[in-house]
Each structure stands twice: as structure tokens, then as C-alpha cells.
């Protein structure tokens, strides 16, 4: 399989090692020539869960440069720029090409509307990873990948994807790849909305009574959302169901259940940096409008109130735009009703 994977930051790039070292030779666009260059002659690094690794890539600095047509397309970027990748990779795709979007959220009818239904593939992504340099990724948690098309079907080309995956990560197929996304959506709306808001790693950001009640509130407004829709959303990583976290009612049980969670996410996450932190210490765009903000578009949609997520989306965009700074005292602006 001819393969290409554009956007080689924590979670494009490791994958691009792991695909390397599996010896799929995939071609990669770095963004610009000079960061291309480093991968080609030092190679893209990997530290962390899955060990030390250093590969040198068949690195490009455009999509453009690209020298052939590819079977599998994986798009690693920022989902603002997504759409306008796919168009630009139209030209080297196949017919039968799928293009795979690794993209936070639920962001697959973007992709969708430039390369087709029935070229799109979505990705739960279970690993975790941080990008410390350009060419240094940390792994930071080891769980597999779910991959599967918007209308649940599968085909010899995804079942040829998955065993490629498979040699380098634990990797499934999904006929219900929407709600797998969603699950995540909200998995990653608790932790990158908390963690910036309290500007703090995902296993120090629940220490305040506010942050461990905006938890369960961002839960209840996901589920109340998904019912409306009537999505069927299964449990994600070191949470219970997030049904049995919106039903808790009394002020003990949900007490109980936010003191767990404190400290099952500390065990698990640590000190762990969630993407919108990082985007927002180093002065970039964030993607809070595909996590906490989908659920506040989606709640509109459907006429269900989501004032955390909505006081959630706004300070962090103020924080975006540079008219609040990132501090810990942010966690009082929540609306938790």
C-alpha cells in the first residue's frame, strides 16, 4: 500500500514512525522545507510508553511536492485545516483511496464533503502524546485504535488499513465509529477545557471543588445532548459510563464520584499537558470548537442547555485571543448552572 501522512506533530508523527519502522515507507509533508530536511536526515523521534525509536522519513515540504497517488491518506493536522488539505491531496488519491481523518472531535463531514463518504475513515485514537520538539514526540498513554466509515460499513481496503495499523498499534473496526468519536469528544472536553482552565496538567486540575463539579456538569449536558440525538455513546478510558455519571443526583454520590475520578485521572494522566493547553502556552488556535463547543452548538441545535460548556468555549477563547491570561483563578468564571 502507497501511503502519505501530512501533519507529523505528536499524533501524525508517531504513527509516521510506526509505520516506518513496520517498513510501509510512508511519504510525510512537514510543514516547510527545513523541518522536512530534519526529518529525512535526523529522523523523527519517539520517547516514552512505547519506547525510544528513531526513524528517518520520506519527508516533503508540501503536499504539492508529493510524488505519486497513494492508497491511504492520513490527515494528522489541526481540524481547521483539514478541509483544505483533502483538496489538495484530490489530485494523488485513487478512486479507492480512503483518507483517514486523525483529528480531534467530531469533525468526519468535513472530510466527507471533499473526498467523499466513501473515501472517509474515522479514528478513535487511544494513545496519548506530547510533542517536545519538532522532531521529539513523548508517548504518554499506550491504549489502541477503532477505526471505521461514517455509515458503518467495511470493505477489503479497510480491513487491509486496519492490519497495516494493527503491526503498529492494537487496532479494531467499528460499525458505530460516530459514537466511538463522541465518547472521546467528551472524554477530551473534560480534560482540555479543565486543564487550561486551571492551567494545570489533566492529574493536578480537579483539586478545586468547582473543577470536580464542572466535570460531572460537562457529562450531564454530552449525555443529555447524545440522547437528543439519539447517539448511543459507550464508555471511554478511566471513566464509568457516562450515563451513570450524568444519573448521579444526590450532593454525596456525586461528592464520591468526583473524588474518584480526581484521583483515577491523576494516576492515569499525571502530569500530562492535553493539546489545548499546549496550544494556548505557546500562543496558538485551539480546538475547543470541536470539543466543548460542539456540544454547545449541538445542544443549541437540539434545544438542550449547556452553560458549562458554553462558559467553558468562552473563556478559553478569550484566553485564545489574549483578553485573559492563563491562570488557575479562571475556574471561578465557570457557570455551572
Known amino acids: 500500500m502507497k501511503v502519505v501522512l501530512v501533519g507529523a506533530g505528536s499524533i501524525g508523527g508517531t504513527i509516521a514512525v510506526l509505520l516506518q519502522e513496520k517498513g510501509y515507507a510512508p511519504d510525510v509533508v512537514a510543514h516547510g522545507e527545513e523541518k522536512a530536511k530534519l526529518f529525512r536526515e535526523e529522523g523523527f523521534r519517539l520517547t516514552g510508553v512505547y519506547g525510544d525509536h528513531c526513524e528517518k522519513l520520506n519527508a516533503y515540504p508540501s503536499v504539492e511536492a508529493l510524488p505519486d497517488t497513494?492508497?491511504?491518506?492520513?490527515?494528522?493536522?489541526?481540524?481547521?485545516q483539514m478541509p483544505d488539505v483533502a483538496r489538495e491531496l484530490l489530485p494523488h488519491l485513487k478512486p479507492d483511496s480512503l483518507v483517514v481523518s486523525l483529528q480531534n472531535g467530531l469533525c468526519l463531514d468535513m472530510l466527507a464533503d471533499v473526498v467523499g463518504e466513501e473515501r472517509t475513515v474515522g479514528v478513535m485514537i487511544g494513545f496519548g502524546a506530547t510533542q517536545l520538539e519538532a522532531n521529539l514526540v513523548e508517548v504518554t498513554a499506550s491504549a489502541g485504535l477503532i477505526i471505521g466509515k461514517p455509515d458503518g460499513s467495511t470493505s477489503p481496503a479497510l480491513e487491509e488499513l486496519r492490519k497495516m495499523l494493527n503491526d503498529c498499534v492494537n487496532t479494531t473496526i467499528t460499525d458505530d465509529i460516530t459514537g466511538k468519536l463522541y465518547s472521546k469528544m467528551t472524554f477530551n472536553s473534560i480534560i482540555n477545557a479543565l486543564a487550561s482552565v486551571t492551567d494545570g496538567?489533566?492529574?493536578?486540575?480537579?483539586k478545586t471543588p468547582k473543577a470536580r463539579k464542572a466535570v460531572l456538569g460537562i457529562v450531564?449536558?454530552?449525555?443529555?445532548?447524545?440522547?437528543?440525538?439519539?447517539?448511543?455513546?459507550?464508555?471511554?478510558?478511566?471513566?464509568?459510563?457516562?450515563?451513570?455519571?450524568?444519573?448521579?443526583?444526590?450532593?454525596l454520590s456525586r461528592w464520591c464520584i468526583a473524588q474518584l475520578l480526581r484521583f483515577a485521572l491523576?494516576?492515569?494522566?499525571?502530569?500530562?499537558?492535553?493539546?489545548?493547553?499546549q496550544s494556548l502556552e505557546k500562543g496558538k488556535p485551539t480546538e475547543i470548537d470541536i470539543m466543548n463547543g460542539y456540544i454547545s452548538t449541538l445542544g443549541k441545535q437540539y434545544g438542550v442547555p449547556t452553560p458549562v460548556n458554553d462558559s467553558l468555549t468562552a473563556i478559553i477563547k478569550e484566553i485564545e485571543s489574549g483578553k485573559r491570561p492563563l491562570s488557575p483563578d479562571n475556574v471561578n468564571d465557570i457557570k455551572l448552572k
Request: hydrophobic share 45%; charged share 15%.
Open 201 to 206: 496538567p489533566v492529574g493536578h486540575m480537579l
Open 220 to 251: 450531564r449536558e454530552s449525555v443529555a445532548v447524545s440522547e437528543a440525538m439519539g447517539l448511543k455513546v459507550p464508555r471511554f478510558n478511566v471513566l464509568p459510563s457516562y450515563q451513570f455519571l450524568a444519573a448521579r443526583k444526590s450532593p
Open 266 to 277: 491523576f494516576v492515569a494522566s499525571g502530569n500530562v499537558k492535553p493539546s489545548t493547553l
Open 70 to 80: 497513494y492508497d491511504v491518506a492520513f490527515i494528522a493536522t489541526k481540524y481547521q
